[in-house]
């Protein structure tokens, strides 16, 4: 029930939002969910380079259950605000497996409703995972629906001297006219609580 709430109080908090940047989040992580009750806390600067832009994405990850993370995020840029929540379902995770595979799927705002779905797959070389995957996200503009197809390619260092931080550098590679403005590079850090 507590999980229930916490998913409609962010569904609606996107609804209610204020007009808010053109911007993306990508994956920003592994396809690896967290443990069941397991917290992290991002920082995740985006340049969003065919838009000459810049926002500052704070992240937070918690893990619902065997499995399933629900993600909520909150992007700031000068008065702006972009808001959004996913959840990942894991699919497949190392070591039981050659790769780890996650789909997701969410909802974000940006003055219009967009959704956010995808198919993350990564591969685990400790310290380091590589991920990369497919991002669609259909955006719902005054009648007109923008197809985002994007392809995240992303690095996830496990920082060794610390099993509490983790870095994390992408790429947002548009693959259709679409996604071209959601193009991207990405860097920050994540922290488990």
Same mark, same amino acid.
């Given at each position: 029930?507590?999980?229930?709430?916490?998913?409609?109080?962010?569904?609606?908090?996107?609804?209610?939002?204020?007009?808010?940047?053109?911007?993306?989040?990508?994956?920003?992580?592994?396809?690896?969910?967290?443990?069941?009750?397991?917290f992290?806390?991002?920082v995740?600067?985006?340049?969003?380079?065919e838009?000459?832009?810049?926002?500052?994405?704070?992240?937070?990850?918690?893990?619902?259950?065997?499995?399933?993370?629900?993600?909520?995020?909150?992007?700031?840029?000068?008065? *702006?605000?972009?808001?959004?929540?996913?959840? $990942?379902?894991?699919?497949?995770?190392?070591?039981?497996?050659?790769?780890?595979?996650?789909?997701?799927?969410?909802?974000?705002?940006?003055? $219009?409703?967009?959704?956010?779905?995808?198919?993350?797959?990564?591969?685990?070389?400790?310290?380091?995972?590589?991920?990369?995957?497919?991002?669609?996200?259909?955006?719902?503009?005054?009648?007109?629906?923008?197809?985002?197809?994007?392809?995240?390619?992303?690095?996830?260092?496990?920082?060794?001297?610390? *099993?509490?931080?983790?870095?994390?550098?992408?790429?947002?590679?548009?693959?259709?006219?679409?996604? $071209?403005?959601?193009?991207?590079?990405?860097?920050?850090?994540?922290?488990?609580?």
């Amino acid at each position: 029930m507590k999980n229930l709430k916490l998913t409609l109080g962010m569904a609606l908090a996107l609804f209610t939002m204020p007009t808010l940047v053109n911007a993306q989040d990508g994956f920003f992580s592994n396809a690896q969910t967290l443990k069941k009750g397991a917290f992290a806390l991002s920082v995740q600067p985006v340049f969003l380079t065919e838009q000459d832009d810049f926002i500052l994405m704070f992240r937070g990850a918690y893990g619902l259950t065997y499995g399933l993370t629900g993600h909520a995020k909150l992007g700031v840029f000068d008065d *702006d605000i972009y808001v959004g929540a996913h959840l $990942e379902a894991n699919i497949a995770s190392e070591p039981s497996s050659g790769l780890s595979v996650a789909v997701l799927g969410g909802i974000y705002s940006q003055g $219009e409703i967009g959704l956010k779905t995808g198919l993350n797959i990564s591969k685990d070389l400790d310290p380091v995972s590589i991920y990369s995957g497919v991002n669609y996200q259909p955006y719902f503009l005054d009648g007109n629906t923008l197809h985002s197809v994007l392809i995240p390619v992303g690095v996830d260092i496990h920082l060794r001297n610390s *099993d509490k931080v983790d870095l994390v550098l992408e790429g947002d590679i548009p693959v259709n006219d679409d996604g $071209e403005y959601l193009q991207a590079i990405t860097f920050g850090a994540r922290f488990y609580l």
